[in-house]
């Protein structure tokens, strides 16, 4: 690896540099077979299973555009507020490399099937940015290259390398930013936010399982610095394959403040494609982008051009569903949150599951309270998502229910739980079994009472004396008799009572 | 008694089928012992699919017993030219690189043909990927013309048309780009035909150029060309180019034509079809049929069609251009030849640069390269965008034609075959073969090729016929008309006329 790299601090280089972004972003729609083919997909598959002779491209073969694949592109394209084009073609991007079977990628060019959008995109303080959409098409993923018996799993020095065609073909659709200007020092902020409201969108039509971590959605990033905002665009660079929110961010802050450091140094920036490495933060320098790359683009003479009427195109708008955006604000106002406790729960990614515990029965307080709380400090220790922790919506719903009802007290209520994590069933189930019923009996209480009164007659001595102080402390005792079972707030109606 | 089976037409042998007078199997092994006799001298096949073709004659013969329903066509045997896929047969296109392939599915056209219990006798040779006008440019040696051993049976498809013209198979499947099923059929007194661009699935086809590509019928009666057409064709879904609607009545235009009226059916003689370059005794046998079609009742007016000039020209960049991109999978990692650079490291890169260079032939290469210049920036407007509104001009030649009369006629080819290693060293001469046929492939429209005469050396020459889109019956009806008339006057089929080949044991 190269020698260190001189870094201008951030806010340093924003102060003197204006950054520009572009986005492009992959995202893997979630059809049941193939762009072209009726190969099955299915994530975690044993190697070359998912295959036919289209998607191994075998002599002969011919690509079958997949219908639900267009429809998926389209709704991108509306919930983008991008125009659908009445008829596009499919172009041929040529080049060899073993992980394209037919040593092309069928790929819209020229043509995409949706173009001239925008995203509204909601920032961390509520401010609303607006990200333009240059185009959104519709092409083919590659395989999958292991390269084996290097270092690190890189081709550099590899024994042999093995392809997984698995990949290959499963339909992408890309989305373009045009050139985010005036984002300024927020330009990392602007980034991480486009690529998430991307992420909820994919989720809200139910186009693609858009799981980061799985790499059904890449990002690459494009960052140029200008000297003010009314310079002309600087050169930029591309960051490839950045695949978490956080990474987005912080890819963009590590190449302003690198491409700042070149600039101050009279040094010029190389167009040219980057790495960028999760472990270090860094990018480091890929190919260089030259006018020797020539895919000689032609149009796929395979295919015939995709050209969706425009009844189905507004049938396919009627039936959007609401938009992550409008879905949050409708939430929050039914829910009655304050914008920062909503804030914290969409960042928690709790609105579904708050939603579907509201919709069992619980307050929306009560849900944001348990979900927030003490389950997302569990989810933290277990390193699990909330959807994943072994509780239901409808068991926080229960368990809610039993505290307004007076049933059990805050305190149980963890306890019980505590028992549903561990397996014991319903709320209602590990409130008998454990029997943590609130004792609303005097009988019992009263007792425990005069046995603390007689325990301790100095202070009773004191309470008598007009000096309340200790009363808690005669409660305490109580609450401790009885685990915690007793009504704080009778047990202290009742030593009243008792000492008149 | 079997050699006078092989010499029946495929409708013949079907009605004796069904008759119950011969069974497949004896068919069957009646041709493959005509292969055995003659394929030495022709080698019109790469693959010679015995062991199979009498097991499905077998089946066909139990279930005909059985009082099972049967194709008609089924029991009649059939070659296949080596650029179609089938499963478990070896395909290589003709080409070193695909040597040893044994594909793991059939085209549809295959499916088609084994649903109808027709036995596959075996693949025939053609030129490397259907590139050429002559079957030289095979890997697997050159294919000898059945009418005089020492010339060139025509190409791409000079295996299939070698194949039937010398009685080894009554039916074979070609591909045309440019002309690979009617240059062959002319040169060697068969009849091919290109049906409509979509007309036949290319799934399964070995692409040479995708817009182009078109496989169809050899045979050696327009009848069975039509029964052939009407099996292999339809829309398949997994082709997104074949057309979505039924197949023309072909058969039923064949039959109405062999019974020789053409009252009212309007001939259109293509002017630049004809003149300098057409050797005398193809423009003479030319003008003979025009005299027995109009015999027949037929109008033949002179029709121009001013922008075929540039055809051949827009043609040698739009088939190269997609051609260098659909051999591009040709590259030693997944399936065929692999070859291995003798020194320095083993990349990818440098297997992909030695298989190709080892395993593609000249004329490949040369395509290749003419194909990827074509369409490399700065050069993309100049030849690939150029060649293509040519050939959107020549599609409104061909609509403007169309409006005046029913079909277009033409020689097949400009001269009758060629002696083998003739016009080797100069491709310009061997693609001016093509000039004729070749319009038809860049606006998408049916031709047909029929015998119709021997040149002044004795050789067999052909007369093109070409329709509109999607109306592939009318050239079947002028066609089926023409070649009853000349047999009539012949007193037989144009092959009685060629030599016969020794058979060797």
């Known amino acids: 690896m190269s020698a260190a790299v001189d870094l201008v601090g951030y806010d340093e280089a924003v102060r003197r540099y204006d950054p520009v972004i572009g986005i492009e972003v992959h995202v893997e729609l979630g059809t049941r077979t193939k762009m072209f083919c009726a190969a099955e997909v299915e994530f975690g598959g044993e190697p070359n299973t998912q295959t036919t002779p289209v998607s191994l491209g075998l002599p002969g073969a011919l690509p079958v555009v997949n219908g639900k694949a267009v429809e998926s592109a389209i709704k991108i394209g509306l919930a983008l507020n991008c125009q659908i084009a009445e008829s596009c073609r499919f172009a041929r991007k040529n080049y060899f490399y073993p992980d394209v079977p037919k040593n092309f990628q069928t790929s819209q060019y020229d043509e995409p099937i949706a173009f001239d959008g925008y995203l509204d995109v909601e920032l961390d303080d509520g401010e609303i940015f607006r990200v333009e959409i240059e185009r ?35 339909p992408l659709v890309e989305i373009v930013t045009r050139p985010i200007e005036g984002a300024g020092a927020r330009a990392p902020e602007v980034a991480r936010a486009y690529v998430r409201a991307l992420r909820d969108i994919f989720r809200a039509l139910d186009v693609s399982e858009a799981r980061m971590e799985r790499g059904n959605v890449r990002a690459d990033v494009n960052l140029s610095l200008r000297a003010t905002p009314d310079a002309p665009l600087g050169t930029r660079t591309e960051t490839k394959n950045v695949n ?19 600039l101050d140094g009279a040094g010029t920036v190389i167009q040219e494609t980057r790495h960028w490495h999760e472990d270090t933060g860094i990018t480091t320098s890929g190919r260089v982008k030259s006018d020797a790359e020539d895919y000689r683009y032609f149009p796929e003479p395979d295919l015939v051009p995709v050209a969706p009427s425009r009844a189905w195109v507004e049938e396919i708008r009627a039936s959007l569903p609401e938009m ?82 007076g049933r059990i007290n805050d305190k149980l209520a963890r306890q019980a739980l505590e028992g549903v994590l561990a397996g014991e069933g319903d709320p209602e189930q590990v409130v008998v079994a454990r029997g943590l019923e609130v004792v609303s009996d005097d009988g019992p209480l009263l007792e425990a009472i005069d046995a603390a009164l007689v325990a301790q007659p100095d202070l009773v001595e004191k309470i008598k004396g007009g000096n309340m102080g200790p009363v808690g402390a005669i409660i305490g005792a109580v609450m401790k008799a009885t685990r915690g079972q007793a009504d704080a707030g009778r047990v202290r109606e009742l030593v009243m009572e008792r000492l008149g | 008694m079997t050699h006078d089976l092989t010499r029946l037409s495929a409708a013949e042998m079907a009605a004796r089928l069904t008759a119950g007078e011969i069974t497949s199997v004896e068919l069957t092994q009646a041709h493959l012992d005509r292969i055995a006799a003659v394929e030495a001298d022709v080698h019109a096949f790469l693959h010679v699919n015995g062991e199979e073709a009498l097991a499905t004659a077998a089946d066909v013969d139990a279930r005909r017993a059985a009082g099972e329903d049967l194709h008609p066509l089924a029991g009649v045997p059939i070659a296949i030219k080596d650029v179609v896929v089938t499963k478990g047969m070896p395909t290589t296109a003709g080409s070193k690189i695909l040597e040893g392939w044994v594909p793991p599915y059939d085209a549809t056209l295959v499916e088609k043909i084994r649903a109808a219990g027709m036995p596959i006798l075996g693949k025939t040779n053609m030129d490397e990927f259907a590139m050429g006008s002559s079957t030289e440019h095979s890997a697997y040696g050159v294919t000898r013309n059945p009418w005089d051993l020492g010339r060139i049976p025509g190409g791409s498809g000079g295996g299939s048309a070698a194949a039937v013209a010398a009685f080894e198979a009554p039916l074979a499947v070609g591909t045309d780009t440019g002309g690979s099923i009617r240059q062959p059929g002319a040169v060697t007194g068969t009849v091919g035909v290109k049906p409509t661009y979509g007309g036949i699935s290319r799934y399964g086809l070995i692409a040479m150029a995708s817009s182009l590509d078109q496989a169809g019928p050899v045979t050696r009666t327009v009848l069975d ?103 591009a999978k040709f590259d030693g990692m997944r399936f065929g030849l692999r070859v291995e650079p003798e020194e320095g490291p083993v990349t990818a890169e440098r297997v992909m640069s030695a298989t190709r260079g080892a395993g593609f032939g000249d004329e490949v290469k040369r395509r290749v390269i003419l194909g990827t210049y074509a369409l490399s920036a700065g050069y993309y407007d100049a030849y690939y965008g150029s060649a293509q509104k040519v050939r959107t001009l020549i599609q409104r030649d061909f609509d403007a034609a169309f409006e005046k009369v029913d079909v277009l006629v033409s020689p097949t080819a400009p001269t009758t075959a060629f002696e083998l290693g003739s016009k080797l060293d100069d491709p310009l001469a061997m693609y001016l073969n093509d000039v004729a046929t070749i319009p038809a492939n860049l606006a998408g429209v049916p031709g047909l090729s029929v015998p119709n005469g021997v040149s002044d050396d004795g050789l067999p020459v052909g007369f093109q016929i070409l329709a509109p889109a999607k109306q592939d019956h009318r050239m079947y009806r002028v066609g089926a008309a023409l070649e009853n008339a000349l047999e009539t006057t012949w007193g037989g089929p144009i092959l009685a006329k060629a030599p016969e080949l020794e058979e060797k044991r």
């Not at chain 1, 999958?144 to 024994?159: D, F, L, P």
């Not at chain 1, 978490?244 to 070149?262: N, P, W």
């Not at chain 2, 180019?241 to 009226?261: F, L, W, Y």
């Not at chain 2, 030319?286 to 075929?308: K, M, N, Q, T, Y």
Request: include cysteine.
């Open chain 1, 136 to 170: 959104a098409h519709m092409e083919e993923d590659a395989g999958k290259n292991t390269h084996v018996g290097g270092s690190g799993g890189r081709i550099h020095g590899a024994a042999y390398s093995l392809v997984d065609y698995n990949r290959a073909g499963i």
């Open chain 1, 244 to 262: 978490s929110f956080r990474s987005v961010e912080r890819a963009v802050r590590y190449e302003v403040s690198r491409q700042a450091a070149v």
């Open chain 1, 324 to 405: 992550p955006a409008d879905r949050r604000r409708r939430l929050q106002g039914e829910w009655g949150y304050a914008d920062a406790e909503m804030r914290d729960v969409v960042n928690a990614g709790a609105v579904e599951i708050i939603e579907a515990t509201v919709a069992a029965g619980s307050s929306a307080a009560g849900a944001r309270k348990w979900w927030m709380g003490e389950l997302a400090r569990k989810a933290k220790t277990d390193e699990l998502e909330l959807a994943d922790l072994p509780v239901t919506p409808e068991q926080i719903a229960q368990l809610q229910g039993l505290v307004d009802s």
């Open chain 2, 225 to 327: 060309s039509a029964l052939l057409h009407e099996l292999m064709g339809g829309h398949d879904p997994r082709d997104s180019t074949s057309i979505d609607e039924d197949v023309p009545p072909v058969v039923d235009a064949a039959r109405q034509g062999a019974a020789g009226d053409l009252a009212g059916v309007r001939i259109g003689v293509v002017t630049e079809l004809s003149g300098e370059g057409y050797q005398p005794g193809v423009s003479a046998r030319f003008e003979e049929s025009l005299d027995v079609l109009r015999g027949l009742g037929a109008e033949i007016v002179e029709v121009s069609c001013p922008h075929f000039e540039y055809a051949l020209g827009a043609y040698y960049l739009i088939m190269p251009s997609e051609a260098s991109s659909n051999l």
